[in-house]
């Protein structure tokens, strides 16, 4: 069975607390053997960083969500600074931008996302971004800020917005919603991509793929996202799986 590595998973959500060591057990039966969990906000980073501390492949990154604006205070990104410090996170993030909740301020969303870009640049490690409806702006911000490598997880932008990204040494995380019939636009894009620059990913608990429609997601599920596009790539899922996780571990620097 081919390794795969989840290269974004919020095992530390609540969803999971009542199971989570048997999610991982699945997850391992599946063949992820490691998980990026990425931060939502700071009060959730002890947990996070407990949960990693506690299971064998699981790497921390810590951040700010921008979905989680109200939660962030400005002394949040000294805070995050000391944690980078201090916990040699294997990235920053999750953090980004959010035009499609309505609501959220978009000069707030910018000042801390600015904030971790700088961080991560400083600390020379790849950044989690979350980009929704905010593909454009987020690739402004990269550009400003320099020198960065990292990921737009669950992109869903355009191949010519996909390509701007490459070029800037970013990579881009697909998921449950490449497995929808629907996600035409998405499908294109993965079947002709260069696979140096894909990741896979579940999202998990969110964005559940075709399968378990309405359900709780969980990394174990990588294994379907990975054979969807096996099949759209009319590739085997070992070269794909194996391609995969050497891009994570290459962006994460993973230990093999």
């Given at each position: 069975?081919?390794?795969?590595?989840?290269?974004?998973?919020?095992?530390?959500?609540?969803e999971f607390d009542r199971d989570r060591d048997a999610v991982v057990a699945r997850a391992r039966a599946a063949g992820v053997h490691q998980q990026i969990v990425p931060a939502v906000d700071a009060a959730?980073?002890?947990k996070l960083r407990d949960i990693c501390a506690n299971g064998e492949g699981l790497h921390a990154a810590y951040g700010l969500h921008p979905m989680y604006l109200d939660a962030h205070r400005d002394e949040h990104l000294m805070?995050?600074?000391?944690?980078?410090?201090?916990?040699?996170?294997?990235?920053?993030?999750?953090?980004?931008?959010?035009?499609?909740?309505?609501?959220?301020?978009h000069e707030r969303q910018?000042?801390?996302?600015?904030?971790q870009l700088q961080l991560a640049r400083e600390f020379?490690?790849?950044?989690?971004?979350?980009?929704?409806r905010a593909v454009d702006a987020v690739?402004?911000?990269?550009?400003?800020?320099?020198?960065?490598?990292?990921?737009v997880h669950s992109f869903s932008g355009s191949e010519e917005q996909a390509r701007q990204l490459w070029r800037e040494g970013f990579m881009i995380g697909l998921g449950g919603p490449v497995t929808y019939d629907r996600a035409q636009r998405l499908r294109r894009l993965v079947a002709s991509m260069p696979l140096e620059h894909l990741?896979?990913?579940?999202?998990?608990?969110?964005?559940?793929?075709?399968?378990?429609?309405?359900?709780?997601?969980?990394?174990?599920?990588l294994a379907e996202v990975l054979r969807i596009i096996a099949q759209l790539r009319n590739e085997s899922e070992d070269d794909i799986a194996k391609a995969t996780t050497d891009n994570a571990r290459?962006?994460?620097?993973?230990?093999a």
């Open positions: 069975m081919s390794m795969l590595v989840d290269s974004h998973c919020h095992l530390d959500a609540g959730g980073w002890p805070q995050l600074r000391e944690w980078i410090e201090r916990e040699k996170p294997v990235a920053v993030g999750e953090c980004g931008l959010d035009y499609f909740v309505e609501g959220l301020d910018q000042f801390f996302f600015e904030g020379g490690l790849p950044v989690i971004v979350h980009a929704r690739i402004a911000s990269i550009r400003r800020t320099g020198s960065l490598r990292g990921v990741l896979l990913e579940t999202d998990s608990p969110d964005q559940p793929d075709a399968g378990i429609r309405g359900q709780r997601n969980e990394p174990e599920r290459r962006l994460f620097r993973l230990d």
